[in-house]
């Protein structure tokens, strides 16, 4: 008996690791499933018959590969505008004192903070007060807002752990202010923009609720396109999708964990 | 490479601060201070942490913008002049390696900046000089706290700087270790001959290694000179307990005899050489360290001509080579006193009375308007 306790008490980190695995992968796995899937009638949702048809075609259903496309684009360039400015953002908060910082700090916060269907709807009325058509660029400008506050949170954090003797010692040595910049503290930043940047893209690429408040009605993004559909019967080409990007996830993140090792490695 | 690094010693290394002092709002971390290092020279700023040795090692380095005067490195006034156009380089404190760069690069890194190309064999001869070299491609974190400090060296002396910068180097090794890099420090300066100035709050690191120490306290140099000389003949109570320890004794010139001074420290009787009391005040703090004093038990008699104090044994340590008593003396306090073990009196325990006596010429009178207890981290803030 006391021999099947000490092997509970062995193993019992590694049982709590496959649970919360299996919580976390589970749906995953249904979708996976699925996308392989011929469902009879408008639901995917019972099991019927194993084919191949939504992997072959994926962009088979109107319209969806165009808002997946659109969803791609405005991630892109949301978190390309969200990193940049949230870095500068960053820095200036880490390093500098200056009138309004810790208001900036406060405001930069809020975005995290408040219901997101409250900045949705303040967003919209402050587009149409200002007489803005609604479209791509209130999505983009709405998106780059509130990623702004996840990139700045992240590189701030990594700005002011970083230790200013670094930079002192690249002066010392003869680098110039902008070579110390290039060659030193971007460098040292560079996992704090990364993971800003891959959160960025996360949440704009699946944001709804602040997009459909702030689209036009051409600009159909990827969710806005699932959330249509589910109300029509979800197509078996969105589990393809959904599938597709978490294999490309998985992908990238097992991909930096073994360029990382190697690294470590060969040092 | 040694040779190498000579030549640029050579190009005229001596650092003149004159004037220089830095100010933050009301706080005055640098009065304004004169400081000559001569070229090749092994130079100590020593005091305890905020006395404003750091921030002037910083402003030679053009880290610190100085609040007044100027900075002269080899004859060129480098004062307006940004770190990157200076010619010297900096040993951290706890290193500053770039974490993202292996040992080799952190090795090359001056010499890329300045467009140097092949640096391949000269950053080899570099790591090989401070033993390091089958290490050229780990990272800063995976090595040592020794070895560390020895890439920290490296990649600033293979700039051939004309002065080299340390900054507390050897605080964060171990006892043990810290010996060791002195000596290694020190051997690499006889070897290059570039002029080193070296911050420290560690005395005894300072005596090592120094040829000569300015010993810094609230943002003045209170006394510059050779080791063994400020040790010897401190000038101010500051210096007298910072470096090693001093037992001050506050005494009354009572009048003189040929070169001496007589003394009445509550009532007993004791002199100094005129020579080596550094202040006219009738009113002095009678020093002497605490070996310069023999230790005998009451019944012993004491030869003529030296300084006698009798007292109570009040505590003794045994630490191997020596032996430390505590004395309360009738005359003067409690008075330390250090012993070689060689012929111990085993009369000698807490309690005996004994008889405290010392060649007047190792002693010295310093000024008694000053705090009597100045610099042994002790004192009433």
Not at chain 2, 23 to 50: C, E, I, K, R, W
Not at chain 2, 235 to 251: D, E, W
Not at chain 2, 297 to 324: C, P, Y
Not at chain 2, 357 to 376: C, E, K, R, V, Y
Request: charged letters at 15%.
């Amino acid at each position: 008996m006391s021999r099947v306790f000490k092997w509970i008490r062995e193993h019992l980190a590694v049982l709590a690791g496959i649970l919360a695995l299996a919580y976390l992968v589970l749906p995953n796995l249904v979708v996976f499933a699925f996308s392989f899937n011929k469902p009879v009638g408008k639901f995917n949702y019972e099991w019927s018959q194993f084919s191949t048809d939504a992997w072959t075609s994926p962009c088979g259903v109107a319209d969806m590969c165009g808002s997946l496309s659109l969803s791609l684009q405005i991630a892109l360039l949301a978190t390309i505008g969200a990193t940049v400015l949230g870095t500068m953002v960053a820095f200036a908060l880490a390093r500098y004192r200056f009138r309004g910082r810790a208001a900036t700090t406060a405001l930069i916060f809020l975005p995290m903070a408040m219901p997101e269907v409250v900045m949705a709807a303040s967003l919209g009325t402050l587009f149409l007060n200002m007489r803005i058509q609604f479209g791509f660029l209130t999505i983009l400008i709405a998106h780059i807002m509130f990623c702004l506050s996840f990139v700045v949170t992240a590189v701030k954090a990594r700005v002011m752990s970083m230790d200013p003797r670094l930079e002192q010692a690249a002066q010392d040595l003869y680098a110039t202010p902008a070579q110390t910049f290039l060659r030193v503290t971007l460098p040292l930043a560079a996992p704090g923009i990364a993971a800003g940047a891959l959160l960025s893209f996360a949440l704009s690429f699946d944001d709804f609720i602040i997009t459909q408040f702030n689209s036009g009605p051409t600009t159909v993004t990827f969710p806005m396109f699932v959330w249509g559909a589910s109300q029509r019967g979800i197509p078996v080409q969105v589990n393809v999708i959904g599938t597709a990007m978490f294999i490309a996830a998985v992908a990238l993140t097992v991909a930096g964990q073994w360029i990382g090792n190697r690294r470590k490695a060969q040092a | 490479m040694t040779e190498q690094l000579r030549d640029a010693a050579t190009a005229g290394g001596d650092v003149r601060l004159t004037g220089i002092g830095k100010t933050y709002g009301d706080f005055t971390a640098v009065h304004p201070l004169d400081l000559t290092v001569p070229q090749g020279s092994f130079f100590a700023l020593l005091g305890a942490s905020g006395c404003g040795k750091t921030t002037t090692l910083r402003m030679i380095a053009g880290l610190e913008e100085p609040s007044c005067g100027t900075v002269l490195i080899g004859g060129q006034d480098v004062t307006a002049l940004p770190p990157y156009k200076r010619p010297v380089n900096t040993v951290f404190q706890s290193y500053a390696l770039f974490p993202h760069l292996d040992i080799f690069e952190n090795v090359a890194f001056g010499l890329r900046r300045r467009g140097r190309k092949d640096v391949k064999k000269q950053v080899e001869e570099m790591l090989d000089l401070v033993e390091l070299g089958p290490l050229a491609r780990r990272k800063p974190h995976q090595l040592s706290g020794g070895q560390q400090q020895r890439v920290a060296v490296a990649r600033a002396l293979i700039n051939h700087p004309q002065v080299l910068l340390l900054d507390e180097p050897l605080g964060a090794l171990d006892l043990k270790l810290r010996r060791q890099m002195q000596l290694e420090l020190k051997r690499i300066q006889t070897e290059v001959g570039i002029t080193f100035v070296h911050v420290t709050h560690d005395q005894e690191e300072a005596m090592t290694m120094a040829d000569t120490i300015a010993v810094m306290n609230g943002g003045r140099v209170e006394q510059l000179g050779a080791p063994a000389d400020l040790y010897e003949n401190p000038a101010t109570t500051f210096v007298a307990n910072f470096l090693g320890q001093s037992n001050l004794i506050p005494a009354e010139v009572t009048g003189r005899s040929g070169e001496d001074l007589l003394l009445s420290a509550s009532g007993v009787r004791l002199s100094v050489p005129r020579a080596r009391c550094a202040t006219e005040a009738t009113r002095i703090h009678l020093g002497v360290r605490p070996e310069k004093i023999t230790i005998a038990h009451a019944s012993e008699t004491v030869a003529e001509g030296r300084n006698k104090l009798s007292g109570t044994v009040v505590d003794s340590s045994f630490i191997g080579v020596s032996t430390q008593y505590v004395v309360r003396s009738e005359g003067g306090g409690e008075i330390a006193v250090f012993e070689q073990n060689m012929e111990r009196d085993t009369r000698i325990t807490p309690g005996a009375p004994v008889v405290l006596h010392w060649n007047p010429a190792h002693s010295f009178g310093l000024d008694a308007s000053q705090a009597i207890d100045a610099g042994t981290g002790e004192e009433a803030a």
